[in-house]
């Protein structure tokens, strides 16, 4: 059976309509199995930013998990920060992390995704009800990589992006691991990125509670806008990402993966729920890049003088890529050594994805480039850093689940 592991936005409406929704595919293969979440904030926390994550209280959470359970769905909670700031070296940040496990386990979670191996052994050791999900930011890639975690205590492995067009190594990794693996079926990063080591440490502590009035300290758009403009400026970079389409799960199934995880906190429930028929369906007609997230482009849309652009399209045409995948499945492409021998990105960009204006598209690439240049170059005032933090807290504070 495919097993998906999806986000929650904490509604209850969500779990109604996810319910309706593995009752409609009952005899398709496929089944939504586990919620994943976390608290907005924590001194142990997960590896997204306050701002974009729902506020629940400990009594909304516990109801939530217990709602999900009565229509047979696991609850998993993120702990995949890369760093605690070594707080959990310290009596007091021990502490803190058994009563936040007591508090998981006496709620009914079943498992719990990590990502600093220090942890996968304390919760392992001390909290053997919680099951130890090794999150995708244990960038686990290698063989090695697997062994390693599953001797510290992962009883699950969710394997770092870059593999999954991997095939080899899939194949090889499932005949070989004693727990089992999952892949993310619609990241949106660069492929063989080196900046996502630390995006993932800055993003995580835009949550961390230890630091600055509890949501985290907030951070430019260094990162986004790096990698968005390398997207426009070439548009093979969209299909070098290693997404995976609904239509191509059973290339997965046949290496031996049968745990996929949609990514997607943040995102309220109805798409959440779209991404989830997509997938149980095997079947999407439209935009690929819908079911990747937000249009992050769209955040450079002012131009600097008081006017902002239109928004401009990106079009990935989901039918017109039938059989780009397969050429992975079926050879073994070194796309670590680059892309100047093989050109089969570049080719399929041609056939199935278009801009909606290229006019356009180039005036975006000079606002992110000018952008990118000014966070770089200019050193942000003390005023512009505390309204920075006033923002990031407005943020954060709208997010509260009623």
Request: aromatic fraction near 10%; include cysteine; proline fraction near 5%.
């Amino acid at each position: 059976m495919r097993q998906f592991t999806v986000p929650t936005p904490f509604t209850p409406e969500f779990l109604d309509q996810l319910a309706e929704l593995n009752s409609e595919f009952a005899g398709s293969g496929g089944r939504v199995l586990e919620l994943y979440g976390s608290f907005q904030e924590g001194a142990f926390n997960s590896a997204r930013p306050a701002k974009y994550l729902p506020a629940v209280s400990r009594e909304q959470f516990q109801r939530h998990v217990a709602q999900a359970r009565d229509q047979g769905i696991a609850f998993n909670y993120l702990l995949n920060a890369p760093s605690y700031s070594n707080h959990e070296y310290t009596h007091a940040g021990r502490t803190e992390l058994a009563e936040l496990l007591a508090f998981l386990v006496d709620s009914g979670v079943t498992s719990v995704t990590v990502a600093v191996p220090y942890l996968v052994e304390i919760i392992h050791a001390t909290a053997p009800r919680l099951e130890v999900v090794v999150s995708t930011i244990g960038y686990v890639g290698a063989l090695a990589g697997i062994h390693q975690y599953c001797e510290a205590g992962g009883a699950r492995i969710v394997l770092d992006v870059e593999v999954n067009r991997d095939f080899q190594f899939l194949r090889a990794a499932c005949e070989e691991s004693p727990v089992p693996l999952e892949i993310i079926v619609n990241p949106v990063c660069l492929s063989q990125c080196h900046f996502k080591y630390n995006h993932n440490c800055v993003a995580a502590l835009g949550s961390q509670s230890l630091l600055r009035g509890g949501v985290g300290v907030p951070y430019n758009q260094y990162y986004l806008n790096w990698c968005y403009l390398r997207k426009l400026r070439s548009e093979s970079e969209f299909l070098k990402s290693p997404w995976v389409r609904p239509e191509d799960l059973h290339l997965y199934e046949a290496t031996g993966i049968s745990h996929f995880k949609i990514a997607g906190r943040g995102l309220p429930g109805p798409e959440i729920l779209r991404l989830c028929r997509s997938y149980l369906a095997r079947s999407f007609s439209g935009n690929l890049l819908d079911l990747l997230g937000w249009p992050h482009w769209l955040a450079f849309r002012d131009n600097g003088d008081g006017t902002r652009l239109p928004p401009l399209e990106v079009i990935l045409d989901n039918r017109a890529l039938d059989g780009f995948l397969d050429f992975f499945a079926r050879t073994t492409p070194a796309c670590r050594l680059g892309c100047q021998r093989c050109g089969h990105c570049q080719a399929w960009s041609e056939k199935a994805l278009r801009f909606s204006d290229e006019t356009l598209r180039q005036q975006y690439i000079n606002n992110m480039d000018r952008n990118l240049r000014h966070l770089v170059e200019a050193i942000p005032t003390a005023l512009q850093t505390a309204a920075s933090f006033a923002q990031w807290q407005q943020q954060a504070a709208r997010q509260v689940i009623k």
